[in-house]
């Protein structure tokens, strides 16, 4: 093959051009610290990247999820504890007034603090989690329940029965509230209704037997709440941290995969520098002298 001195020309203009670009390439991506600035520089690596920034956001949303279901099962304990502690006192109250000898005074301060305690029970059963209302099923912008005189009425009984769901992560949905159907079903308002009733008509056995077993009944009953929500907040702690878990795996994934090495990248550019300056000292060496350097 016959070389001309026009070819070897060509072949180091085209060199310099190859070289002149992998500094171009080095100095880019030390300056952005990303290995890949367009999809066409490498697909495969740039669809890797996506595949893992898509996994990074369902995985924050799944967090948020699960941060509110956290909060909202939180707010509920904290209610749940208020119910008990309220029916605690009702069945202080209770036992008290279940003594014939108390004088008539005592039995009716007694039946004004049990409908202090309904007043109390209705309030927490109207707790909210920022603004929604916990107990109120899909309806958590309306009260759950509504008080008139000893009587307490679920103010959505459809709705109030549903339940709320989040998804934790991929394919996991737990239901996080108590439904105001549930908290009805504990028989709180009505135990603590009954007890002012038998309180106010001074009917010491009734108060003493049938009241005290319907608190003692709807204490369980919020217990047996309690432990359900206890059981949920620790599946979604669990489901936290495996979430954080999964955030700093697909981080270092997605670092591996997108991030330059700074060092190696140094040491890349310094070699084509090299390169370049070496290929201009020999083109200078190998190029033809023409007229014009004679001329000089």
Not at 94 to 115: I, W
């Amino acid at each position: 093959m016959r070389v001309t001195s026009s070819s070897i020309a060509g072949n180091l203009v085209y060199n310099l051009q190859q070289v002149t670009k992998r500094i171009d390439t080095l100095q880019t991506q030390l300056a952005s610290g990303k290995q890949v600035q367009t999809v066409s520089d490498d697909p495969n690596q740039a669809r890797a990247g996506m595949k893992l920034r898509t996994s990074l956001a369902a995985n924050e949303q799944y967090q948020k999820n699960a941060n509110d279901a956290d909060g909202w099962l939180q707010s509920t304990d904290i209610a749940l504890d208020q119910l008990g502690r309220v029916l605690e006192r009702a069945k202080v109250l209770a036992v008290n007034g279940g003594m014939d000898t108390l004088p008539v005074e005592s039995r009716q301060a007694l039946a004004d603090e049990a409908k202090q305690l309904l007043g109390e029970a209705v309030q927490v059963g109207n707790a909210t989690f920022g603004d929604k209302f916990i107990f109120a099923g899909f309806k958590t912008k309306s009260p759950a329940f509504t008080q008139a005189g000893l009587t307490v009425t679920p103010n959505n009984p459809l709705d109030g029965a549903e339940a709320l769901n989040r998804e934790i992560s991929a394919g996991v949905r737990l239901s996080i509230n108590v439904t105001g159907q549930a908290l009805t079903d504990t028989k709180v308002f009505d135990a603590l209704s009954n007890l002012a009733n038998s309180l106010a008509s001074g009917n010491a056995l009734e108060t003493g037997t049938t009241r005290l077993q319907e608190i003692d009944d709807s204490i369980n009953a919020i217990l047996s709440l309690r432990s359900e929500i206890g059981a949920k907040a620790n599946r979604v702690s669990a489901a936290q941290d495996a979430l954080t878990g999964a955030e700093v795996n697909v981080n270092k994934l997605l670092e591996s995969a997108e991030d330059v090495d700074v060092t190696k990248a140094i040491v890349d550019l310094t070699v084509a520098e090299t390169s370049r300056q070496t290929a201009l000292a020999v083109g200078a060496r190998i190029i033809p002298k023409t007229l014009v350097d004679f001329l000089r």
